[in-house]
């Protein structure tokens, strides 16, 4: 079924319209008069048939608690219930009168997340940077100068140890077993807690040859509870077999590998999280996955950002940060800075001018001062994880990360915009203030004022609001 369509268009007896006493020059009342909700709506809503069934939820509503969610750095859950509070939340989402009841449920928008996609979600990030260049935060030119730099999104997962995941791997075996109706011949479950509690007290104590002794009892215990499953399930069907074939691969993985293997499993239900080292003497390991943005060079507008899977070097990230970088906003990128993480990035000359942090064969003056601000990403980064959800992700699985990481960008920019609109209305506000005071007619005004009156009244504001 195509989705619902918000109606305002009735008029409600003894209700009056949100538009008609909200504060027009609130930041989200502009957005939602300025983002193209409709057009957006109707691309996305190509991807919905006509068919029997239940239709889905208006595609403005989901795209504006989506936005909210990651603006405000709430949860799924929080953003439905605050949203019958706000009506500056409810005006953003489409509709004129207040309402009185939940929008949707919040499993809804996980499952609204898997629907729009990276696609979906890479328009709605294509529309703010039409948008910002609409509201004039920064201008086409800007587009051609960017920044490209990577971090790490931290993966919602507790501190990978031997001890641990070599027993949580026993006792998911253990607990599906019993949910299948398959006895088997030990389980170690006593066993297995008492000795991974005393190899942690050994980790703790620093006495490691009675800890790698605990650990190879552990993956004793787990390679005996797997062999068993895997004999039991030969007769089973093919619905208890699938229950089983990702948690044995996992267990497997986790028997054989030590110290130095490559591709290690840091975590039972996310088996796609690498362990990445930046250098940062608080966090020398992050468990997560490593995202790259690119962002312009003055303003600090995201142009893209992408999730990296599997995890690659620095370098060879950049070629395709930056053609969607050009796909996304429709302008030739001409100039990129960057750090030396990104040595070796084989691009051709031709295409794009890359200047690396630290350069000094031919760098005038005006480059030197470009490649300086090229540490102005790391603010906005720092941004995205304490205003945003970019330091830890709670969505589960590789596309998880993909969404996650646009929904921060998307979020990034609107707050930019947002502050550019509410910086712009306050200005202005205070210069119009301080001229009525200026030419107020009952004080005598002195002649050294003279020629500060004609410099307000050529003021860019003045002119762009006809302030007489």
């Known amino acids: 079924m195509k989705s619902k369509k918000i109606n305002n268009s009735l008029e409600r007896l003894f209700e009056q319209r949100l538009s008609s006493f909200l504060n027009p020059k609130h930041p989200l009342f502009q957005l939602s008069d300025s983002i193209p909700f409709h057009s957006l709506a109707s691309d996305l809503d190509r991807g919905f048939s006509y ?15 989506l936005i909210i969610s990651h603006m405000y750095n709430i949860s799924d859950e929080q953003v439905v219930v605050r949203w019958v509070e706000n009506p500056y939340w409810q005006y953003f989402c489409g509709y004129d009168y207040f309402q009185f009841k939940m929008p949707c449920n919040p499993s809804s928008l996980t499952r609204w997340r898997h629907r729009l996609g990276q696609e979906g979600l890479n328009k709605i990030l294509s529309m703010t940077i039409d948008l910002a260049l609409k509201k004039k935060v920064l201008t086409r030119k800007e587009l051609e100068k960017v920044i490209a730099d990577t971090t790490v999104m931290e993966k919602n997962i507790r501190y990978p140890t031997d001890s641990s995941l070599l027993n949580k791997s026993r006792e998911k075996l253990v607990s599906i077993a019993k949910k299948t109706g398959i006895k088997l011949r030990q389980t170690y479950q006593r066993l297995g807690l008492s000795i991974k509690r005393k190899v942690d007290c050994y980790a703790h104590a620093k006495q490691y040859k009675r800890l790698s002794k605990g650990i190879k009892t552990l993956k004793t215990y787990l390679g005996r509870v797997v062999r068993d499953v895997e004999r039991s399930i030969q007769s089973s069907d093919d619905l208890i077999r699938n229950q089983f074939t990702n948690l044995l691969s996992i267990s497997k993985k986790l028997i054989n590998q030590s110290k130095k293997s490559k591709d290690k499993i840091y975590s039972i239900h996310e088996p796609s999280v690498y362990c990445v080292s930046k250098g940062k003497s608080k966090h020398p ?168 009156i004609e410099r307000l009244l050529n003021h860019k504001y003045c002119k762009k609001r006809s302030i007489q």
Not at 51 to 65: H, Y
Not at 421 to 442: R, V
Request: aromatic share 6%; with cysteine; glycine share 8%.
């Open 285 to 452: 390991y992050e468990f997560g996955c490593k995202v790259q943005f690119t962002v312009t060079h003055k303003k600090g507008l995201i142009v893209s950002t992408e999730a990296i899977h599997p995890n690659a070097y620095d370098g060879h990230t950049l070629q395709k940060s930056l053609l969607q970088a050009e796909q996304l906003s429709g302008t030739k990128v001409k100039y990129a800075f960057v750090d030396k993480a990104y040595r070796g990035n084989n691009i051709p000359v031709s295409e794009c001018n890359i200047f690396i942090s630290g350069s000094k064969r031919g760098i005038t003056p005006a480059l030197k001062k470009a490649i300086k601000r090229r540490s102005s990403i790391e603010p906005h980064i720092g941004h995205m994880k304490s205003d945003g959800k970019l330091s830890v992700n709670y969505l589960k699985g590789i596309l998880g990360d993909k969404l996650n990481v646009i929904l921060c960008a998307i979020a990034h920019n609107l707050r930019l915009i947002t502050r550019k609109l509410f910086l712009t209305h306050s200005q202005s506000h205070k210069l119009k203030t301080y001229i009525i005071k200026i030419l107020n007619p009952k004080p005598v005004i002195p002649i050294s004022w003279v020629g500060k």
């Open 51 to 65: 068919g029997p069934g239940q239709p889905p939820l208006p595609i403005r509503l989901i795209i504006g608690l």
